[in-house]
């Protein structure tokens, strides 16, 4: 009889995973599978599904060779069933196990899943935390406990003092907490832009990229190339290549976007770090030290920092604390359906068809495509936040509900009313045109207001502030554009919405 049978997630492809550490390779039997129901619930990007079963398969060697017994069972395969706990069923029947012992879940609709398996199957089962992540969701509930706002800086600065990260004492290298504000310079398309590392696919990953070509053909994406790390070990030589190559201009070009070119200075290590292949402490560590060693300025560290200790487990702590029910947060009460280009890329709008095309291709847009564009254009339009966070599930190769919903609905969408973000991430096209080159190649004029040539963004923009005007003008960052609308004559205001509407009906 096995003493404890232990259930390993997909995103949980960590060797000191606390399930892991608790069992014993002589006793217990680690338990993995290729579920069905986990590829459909949203039709997530065939390069997505490809990435994190070949992960998984080769996680499971690795196991294997550490002397785990793993029950691995791939999609296709006769024993396999099309959800969780039928999967855990038939494991159970087959080696009656003492106990089952899992990870606790990252995401609450599968947190509701294992939470029904002691009662459906009369054994004990022991769920432990996840010990990968900084800050517990307890801790965060205690930090957000009376605060009036659960500001995201504030919450970093804590982090920076817990782990000592970027610290001399108790104050922070260089004086200040932030360096945003020099990390917004736009790219030039001259600059050698290096590229991420790229792993050509061995066996095992050719045989999941034929099962996702076989089996979900008609998902969104393109599955060639295939060039995303799938081991632990190449995984860390990806963030080896981005510290050695991109890291010291990361934080200079954080926000800037090139037509042709997806990446810039950018990691794409999320896709990594979310399922489990990279630890976040140690990949911080390792830039502080390049900092340290005069190999990136101040800028880059601090921002890529942030990133990791500060927003993505300040996402995490606003998921837990507000799961169920934030993902129907609609502070707007916008209702209107997802645009077909969203999945097709075909808009002669050139921001949002580089954006979406570079989606389909790569399953990856960086943060200021999401942010500003493809998130900023469904704000202004109106579009319906749960669908436009389902799209965001869907495409995206590091999208997991607990960092992409908080992302979506609460920085991209304000669907909670100023919970996570200050104001609405809102823009004409002079941001767009700013920090990017894709208005040159556009059909639209950005520096046209309204008009059938105007860039779209521009007559939504000011037709959003129009619209919104009562539940932004209380906003201190929004309430100088709702004086500076008002101070439009009244044909210009006419026009905007004139242009609005006729824009968003041949949506």
């Known amino acids: ?11 949980q492809l960590t060797p000191t995973l606390s399930s892991l550490a608790a069992g014993d390779p002589a006793q217990d039997r680690v338990l993995m599978a290729e579920i069905a129901d986990e590829t459909t619930y949203v039709p997530h990007h065939k390069k997505k599904i490809a990435f994190l079963f070949a992960a998984m398969r ?40 003492a106990r089952i012992v899992v990870t606790e879940a990252a995401e609450w609709r599968v947190a509701q899943i294992i939470a029904g398996w002691a009662a459906r199957f009369n054994l004990p089962v022991e769920i432990l935390p996840d010990d990968r992540f900084l800050c517990p969701p307890a801790l965060f509930k205690a930090w957000a406990s009376g605060r009036k706002q659960l500001r995201m800086e504030y919450f970093y600065r804590d982090m920076r003092r817990k782990t000592g990260l970027l610290m001399d004492g108790d104050q922070p290298v260089g004086g200040q907490w932030n360096f945003d504000s020099d990390n917004r310079k736009p790219a030039n398309a001259d600059l050698l832009m290096p590229q991420p590392a790229a ?13 996702v070509a076989d089996r979900f053909p008609d998902h969104f994406g393109d599955l060639s190339p295939f060039h995303f790390a799938v081991t632990r070990a190449d995984a860390e030589a990806a963030f080896r290549h981005f510290v050695q190559h991109a890291l010291p201009k990361f934080g200079d070009y954080q926000d800037a976007m090139l037509t042709g070119e997806p990446f810039l200075y950018h990691s794409v290590i999320a896709p990594y770090l979310n399922c489990g292949l990279l630890d976040p402490l ?17 800028n880059a560290a601090e921002g890529f920092i942030r990133q990791i200790i500060g927003w993505r487990e300040y996402v995490r702590g606003i998921y837990w604390l507000k799961m169920p029910g934030y993902e129907a947060e609609n502070f707007f009460g916008h209702t209107r359906p997802l645009p077909a280009f969203y999945w097709t890329a075909e808009t002669s709008m050139a921001c949002v068809r580089a954006a ?20 900023n254009f469904a704000l202004l339009a109106g579009i319906d936040p749960h669908a436009l966070h389902q799209w965001y599930l869907s495409v ?8 992409e919903l908080p992302n979506t609905l609460g ?36 520096k046209q207001r309204t008009g059938t040539q105007a860039c779209p963004f521009n007559a939504l923009y000011w037709d959003f502030i129009a619209r919104h005007r009562d539940k932004i003008g209380h906003n201190p960052r929004m309430a100088q554009m709702l004086r500076t609308y008002d101070k439009f004559p009244d044909a ?16």
Request: proline fraction near 4%.
């Open 1 to 11: 009889m096995t003493r404890n049978l232990i259930f390993v997630l997909g995103d």
């Open 58 to 97: 080769h996680f499971a060697e690795d196991l294997r060779d550490a002397g785990w017994q793993v029950d691995y069972v791939q999609l296709g395969a006769p024993d396999i069933r099309a959800n969780f706990s039928d999967q855990l069923a038939t494991a159970i029947a087959a080696h009656a196990p």
């Open 199 to 211: 792993y050509p696919p061995d066996r095992i990953t050719q045989d999941v990229l034929a099962l």
């Open 282 to 298: 140690r990949i911080c560590r390792a830039v502080e030290d390049a900092y340290r060693a005069g190999h990136a300025p101040l």
């Open 356 to 375: 979406v095309g570079q989606t389909k291709t790569h399953a990856y847009a960086h943060h200021i495509q999401r942010l500003m564009v493809t998130g």
């Open 396 to 403: 995206y190769a590091d999208a997991f509900e607990w960092v």
């Open 411 to 446: 920085m991209s969408q304000f669907a909670d009313g100023g919970l996570l973000a200050s104001k609405p991430y809102a823009a004409s096209g002079a941001y767009i045109h700013r920090m990017s080159n894709y208005c040159g190649s556009c059909q639209y004029d950005v």
């Open 492 to 507: 210009e205001r006419a026009r905007i919405t004139s242009s609005a509407a006729t824009f968003l009906a041949s949506l």
